[in-house]
């Protein structure tokens, strides 16, 4: 038996992390490098663009680095037909191939489900769903040949609580999840494990705009879970870690909710 360290380990592995350049991709990707995975992760500097973060990428890269650990960051827009194909593809000229894939790239459009309008609705489909599927199919493939695989999908919370104005953004969660359990089953007795994390409210990027009010972000904390609070990104490493090295060779289909006990009826 291997000891706790090195079943955690992920030195030799080579990890692609999806919106690794901020927030939950990033942590992981950090935490993986730690680990002693050679990271490559892919962003999109529109989106790096909108959050006031263009050197988002850079400074990650950066940080990867710094771990000891080969990285690189690699630019692609999913709302792009392919563009999911290609980033899998530029991943392994990279690395030399991809063992671990962590889907945490996603977009929301906060909106009442009456007026969402066809673009918006193409494109978190684009985003949150298509770009999976292309990830998929280009990454599962050489996992399976090689006899050794991890993926995994960031869920949501909204999976199981969906919230009105993220109508859209829920149901394509909830797809990714059934389409992980699906392809769990599949390449499970081939030694690639797909499993799924679905985090509550965490402190992102995303959301930085609601911790502006500090008064309000103390009532939504408050409201949100048991604990009375949001989490940190950094909190959902130690869960990654597990799903994607040796110490979870026994975890396949699972739907690991990370909320604070926000999940709880």
């Not at 927030?23 to 959050?51: C, K, P, T, Y």
């Amino acid at each position: 038996m291997a000891s706790i360290t090195e079943r955690f380990s992920l030195r030799g592995r080579r990890a692609l992390v999806t919106g690794g350049s901020l927030s939950i991709g990033r942590a992981i990707a950090l935490g993986f490098a730690e680990a002693g995975a050679a990271v490559a992760i892919q962003h999109s500097q529109a989106a790096d663009d909108a959050f006031g973060r263009a050197d988002a990428a850079a400074e990650t890269v950066a940080a990867l680095r710094a771990h000891g650990a080969p990285a690189v960051a690699i630019e692609s827009d999913f709302r792009q037909d392919g563009a999911g194909t290609r980033t899998v593809e530029a991943a392994v000229a990279a690395l030399g191939g991809v063992d671990i894939l962590v889907i945490a790239a996603s977009i929301q459009h906060r909106e009442p489900f009456e007026t969402t309008t066809p673009a918006h609705l193409a494109e978190q489909v684009a985003v949150n769903f298509r770009a999976t599927v292309e990830l998929l199919q280009t990454a599962l493939p050489p996992m399976r040949a090689r006899g050794w695989g991890r993926v995994l999908t960031i869920g949501s919370i909204n999976q199981v609580r969906p919230e009105p104005h993220l109508a859209v953004y829920a149901a394509l969660k909830s797809a990714q999840h059934n389409l992980c359990i699906n392809l769990a089953r599949q390449y499970a007795p081939h030694g690639v494990l797909v499993n799924n994390l679905a985090p509550g409210l965490v402190a992102t990027e995303r959301n930085r705009w609601r911790r502006a009010d500090a008064e309000a972000w103390r009532r939504i904390q408050a409201a949100i879970s048991p604990t009375a609070r949001a989490g940190e990104p950094d909190e959902m490493v130690g869960a990654a870690l597990l799903l994607c090295s040796d110490a979870g060779s026994y975890i396949a289909g699972a739907d690991l909710m990370i909320t604070g006990g926000g999940h709880l009826p």
